[in-house]
């Protein structure tokens, strides 16, 4: 028997290595050829932790690096368990709570408020620097679920305990870093010694851990405070926790206790309450003579502007809806990307002066023919729709550039109001694993793009990269101009996706470059107790997503 095996990477390298050899070595040796460290393997589309040994030829290994999506993911990971066993080393009695993602790090906060000071965030970022360099093993642990819940009990984990009660597997994998032992959604690094660069920054209630900046994981990621995000986060984690319904487990808890009615209802009158309090802002600053909404895909824009016009007609205005669409450039005079193809996102895709002579007129009281754009000819026409602004009448003004300042430049900053529409996930897994608010708009975009257009999954799953870097650039720069946020999550809304998307994601083939993203958020789906969409209201901003809605 050979004690030999042949790898061929992706690249179109041939190795031949030691049988047994780890992945950790063969990355190690590889690592020259890579601009960033190596932190997780793939094979045959399926992903690998570089503890796993190589017994067999392999066709097609690929390394995935920090510089690329899913390898952030790992060292975000890896770098959060790394806090939390710190934490435990000098701090005991301090629990850590990881919250949401915020200026390039993640959000935590202490589960005993006296903890919090930044004489104890500094002993603890000095302690995960110091277990960096001790190179401690993160070693992990296939064990059965029922062992699974010991650990969890004995380790006070009561939120993994309550998850795992309603998963389906047989197994859980158990990592275990400095003698403390946890629970992971996803894959993770061998060593403390991979996770050379991070800071704990002081923020709030809390504090931030700072990762390496996506666009150049050489460095940190800059640290720009974001008030704002972090007070409707805030708002919405602590309406979470009223409700009972802060994780997964107490969400499925909710759902077999037969408390899916009473979730909803009051889910969905905390959406209207704060439509009707942004409504009531509108009105007390008199002057306001255009609303812009803004926020990044499938944040539930088109329903929250409708929901807010009948709002609006409440305390006394006559809305009107303009898109920034119709505003649109001719199709020849659309800038392209850096793929040579047309950047319909732009703000150059849009006649900013004919859009500003328009609004500005409006509101001194002139009559305008508002443009409609022709997307089949790529032309913007007139069909003789006018529109004069009387006192009481007001501008709901829908697009992604809503918030640029740019975009309106003419409009004295008084006679404008701009909201910012996201979908701000405040449920987590557990008290260690959060939900990307990423994750949870993907899902009710696929959905919809099925629903309404017909459009394949895996096509969604291709073009989401080319939406966040427009949303990187054109919506999430602006958030904190907003004058209000408004969160359109709803905190049972995934368990009522969750029937509708599986499906769907499992259409996705094995071959397909797509799979191991589609792999991943089933396993995130796989948490989840079922809901029945028949039961969310016809006005609920869901049906937005999944069909039915009062407002089409």
């Given at each position: 028997?050979?004690?030999?095996?042949?790898?061929?990477?992706?690249?179109?390298?041939?190795?031949?290595?030691?049988?047994?050899?780890?992945?950790?070595?063969?990355?190690?040796?590889?690592?020259?050829?890579?601009?960033?460290?190596?932190?997780?393997?793939?094979?045959?589309?399926?992903?690998?932790?570089?503890?796993?040994?190589?017994?067999?030829?392999?066709?097609?290994?690929?390394?995935?690096?920090?510089?690329?999506?899913?390898?952030?993911?790992?060292?975000?990971?890896?770098?959060?368990?790394?806090?939390?066993?710190?934490?435990?080393?000098?701090?005991?009695?301090?629990?850590?709570?990881?919250?949401?993602?915020?200026?390039?790090?993640?959000?935590?906060?202490?589960?005993?408020?006296?903890?919090?000071?930044?004489?104890?965030?500094?002993?603890?970022?000095?302690?995960?620097?110091?277990?960096?360099?001790?190179?401690?093993?993160?070693?992990?642990?296939?064990?059965?679920?029922?062992?699974?819940?010991?650990?969890?009990?004995?380790?006070?984990?009561?939120?993994?305990?309550?998850?795992?009660?309603?998963?389906?597997?047989?197994?859980?994998?158990?990592?275990?870093?400095?003698?403390?032992?946890?629970?992971?959604?996803?894959?993770?690094?061998?060593?403390?010694?991979?996770?050379?660069?991070?800071?704990?920054?002081?923020?709030?209630?809390?504090?931030?851990?700072?990762?390496?900046?996506?666009?150049?994981?050489?460095?940190?990621?800059?640290?720009?405070?974001?008030?704002?995000?972090?007070?409707?986060?805030?708002?919405?984690?602590?309406?979470?926790?009223?409700?009972?319904?802060?994780?997964?487990?107490?969400?499925?808890?909710?759902?077999?206790?037969?408390?899916?009615?009473?979730?909803?209802?009051?889910?969905?009158?905390?959406?209207?309450?704060?439509?009707?309090?942004?409504?009531?802002?509108?009105?007390?600053?008199?002057?306001?003579?255009?609303?812009?909404?803004?926020?990044?895909?499938?944040?539930?824009?088109?329903?929250?502007?409708?929901?807010?016009?009948?709002?609006?007609?409440?305390?006394?205005?006559?809305?009107?809806?303009?898109?920034?669409?119709?505003?649109?450039?001719?199709?020849?005079?659309?800038?392209?990307?850096?793929?040579?193809?047309?950047?319909?996102?732009?703000?150059?895709?849009?006649?900013?002066?004919?859009?500003?002579?328009?609004?500005?007129?409006?509101?001194?009281?002139?009559?305008?023919?508002?443009?409609?754009?022709?997307?089949?000819?790529?032309k913007r026409e007139y069909h003789g729709h006018t529109l004069h602004?009387?006192?009481?009448?007001?501008?709901?003004?829908?697009?992604?550039?809503?918030?640029?300042?740019?975009?309106?430049?003419?409009?004295?900053?008084?006679?404008?109001f701009k909201i910012y529409v996201s979908c701000l996930t405040q449920?987590?897994?557990?008290?260690?694993?959060?939900?990307?608010?990423?994750?949870?708009?993907?899902?009710?975009?696929?959905?919809?793009?099925?629903?309404?257009?017909?459009?394949?999954?895996?096509?969604?799953?291709?073009?989401?990269?080319?939406?966040?870097?427009?949303?990187?650039?054109?919506?999430?720069?602006?958030?904190?101009?907003?004058?209000?946020?408004?969160?359109?999550?709803?905190?049972?809304?995934?368990?009522?996706?969750?029937?509708?998307?599986?499906?769907?994601?499992?259409?996705?083939?094995?071959?397909?470059?797509?799979?191991?993203?589609?792999?991943?958020?089933?396993?995130?789906?796989?948490?989840?107790?079922?809901?029945?969409?028949?039961?969310?209201?016809?006005?609920?901003?869901?049906?937005?997503?999944?069909?039915?809605?009062?407002?089409?």
């Amino acid at each position: 028997m050979s004690d030999q095996v042949k790898v061929q990477l992706t690249t179109g390298q041939i190795l031949e290595v030691e049988k047994g050899i780890k992945l950790q070595e063969i990355a190690s040796r590889m690592q020259k050829d890579y601009p960033y460290p190596i932190m997780i393997a793939k094979m045959e589309n399926h992903f690998k932790e570089l503890c796993a040994c190589v017994t067999q030829d392999i066709q097609d290994l690929e390394f995935i690096h920090l510089g690329q999506k899913d390898g952030m993911r790992v060292y975000q990971r890896s770098a959060t368990f790394l806090l939390i066993a710190a934490a435990k080393r000098v701090l005991s009695d301090c629990h850590i709570l990881v919250n949401h993602h915020i200026a390039g790090g993640f959000f935590c906060e202490f589960s005993n408020v006296h903890c919090c000071n930044e004489e104890n965030i500094k002993v603890i970022e000095k302690m995960m620097h110091q277990m960096v360099q001790e190179a401690l093993p993160i070693e992990k642990k296939v064990v059965s679920v029922d062992e699974a819940l010991k650990i969890f009990s004995k380790e006070d984990m009561l939120d993994k305990k309550n998850l795992f009660k309603y998963r389906r597997t047989s197994t859980v994998n158990i990592y275990t870093l400095d003698g403390v032992k946890n629970y992971f959604y996803g894959y993770m690094l061998t060593n403390t010694s991979q996770i050379p660069l991070f800071e704990l920054i002081p923020y709030a209630h809390g504090f931030v851990l700072q990762f390496p900046d996506e666009k150049d994981p050489s460095k940190l990621a800059p640290f720009v405070p974001q008030p704002k995000l972090s007070h409707i986060f805030r708002e919405s984690e602590r309406w979470a926790r009223i409700l009972g319904v802060d994780t997964v487990g107490a969400l499925n808890d909710a759902i077999a206790n037969g408390k899916s009615d009473e979730l909803i209802k009051v889910s969905e009158a905390l959406h209207e309450k704060k439509i009707a309090q942004i409504a009531d802002k509108i009105v007390e600053r008199k002057n306001v003579k255009l609303i812009m909404i803004a926020g990044p895909s499938s944040s539930g824009k088109t329903t929250t502007a409708k929901r807010l016009c009948i709002q609006l007609k409440v305390n006394g205005l006559k809305p009107h809806v303009i898109s920034i669409d119709d505003y649109f450039v001719n199709r020849e005079q659309t800038p392209r990307d850096e793929y040579g193809e047309y950047d319909f996102e732009a703000l150059e895709a849009i006649d900013i002066e004919l859009f500003n002579q328009h609004m500005k007129a409006l509101i001194q009281g002139e009559t305008v023919e508002i443009p409609s754009f022709n997307f089949v000819l790529g032309k913007r026409e007139y069909h003789g729709h006018t529109l004069h602004l009387a006192e009481d009448e007001v501008l709901v003004i829908e697009g992604i550039h809503g918030l640029n300042e740019k975009l309106s430049y003419a409009i004295p900053k008084e006679n404008k109001f701009k909201i910012y529409v996201s979908c701000l996930t405040q449920l987590n897994i557990d008290e260690h694993n959060r939900i990307p608010t990423t994750d949870t708009r993907l899902i009710r975009r696929m959905i919809r793009d099925n629903q309404y257009r017909g459009t394949e999954p895996e096509k969604t799953l291709a073009i989401w990269a080319s939406v966040r870097r427009g949303e990187n650039k054109n919506i999430f720069p602006f958030q904190e101009e907003a004058d209000v946020m408004l969160n359109t999550v709803l905190i049972y809304e995934l368990a009522a996706l969750k029937a509708l998307a599986e499906p769907l994601l499992f259409r996705i083939s094995r071959n397909s470059p797509y799979y191991s993203e589609a792999k991943r958020m089933l396993k995130f789906l796989e948490y989840f107790l079922p809901m029945d969409t028949s039961d969310i209201p016809s006005n609920s901003l869901l049906r937005e997503f999944v069909g039915g809605s009062s407002f089409e």
